[in-house]
């Protein structure tokens, strides 16, 4: 199971962190979003070992995905905020391994938490 927090409402520029604890052990974390009449999109992953990271291009070097293996906890720091950010994040975790080319697709994950949401105002 997973329990995701840290969404609000901020202004454009602003920032957020978004943290969900896994209840065991993965393999792969990481943050889906979805918009209104918008179908789900990937975000951001992290692997377990060895510790590898993906974005997404429109998040790149403005979000930060990390992991605190120790805690089964991921975060996802979320700085430059801008209006189309604004959808509900999901966390989602796999417990086994998947070849790279499959990690970004949301059907290869096992668990999902109940969703965040994240509102960036103009």
């Known amino acids: 199971q997973l329990q995701a927090s840290g969404g609000g409402l901020v202004q454009a520029g602003g920032s957020l962190r978004l943290s969900c604890v896994a209840s065991?052990?993965?393999?792969?974390m990481g943050w889906f979003r979805q918009a209104p009449g918008k179908e789900r999109e990937f975000v951001s992953i992290?692997?377990?070992?060895?510790?590898?990271?993906y974005y997404a291009d429109s998040v790149k070097g403005r979000f930060t995905i990390s992991r605190d293996s120790a805690n089964n906890t991921v975060y996802l720091q979320m700085n430059s905020l801008k209006p189309e950010d604004t959808a509900v994040y999901y966390c989602?975790?796999?417990?086994?391994?998947?070849?790279?080319?499959?990690?970004?697709?949301?059907?290869?994950?096992?668990?999902w938490g109940q969703g965040t949401q994240v509102t960036v105002s103009s």
């Open positions: 065991g052990r993965t393999y792969l």
């Open positions: 989602a975790a796999r417990s086994g391994r998947i070849i790279t080319s499959m990690q970004k697709r949301a059907e290869v994950y096992d668990y």
């Open positions: 992290i692997t377990a070992t060895p510790r590898l990271t």
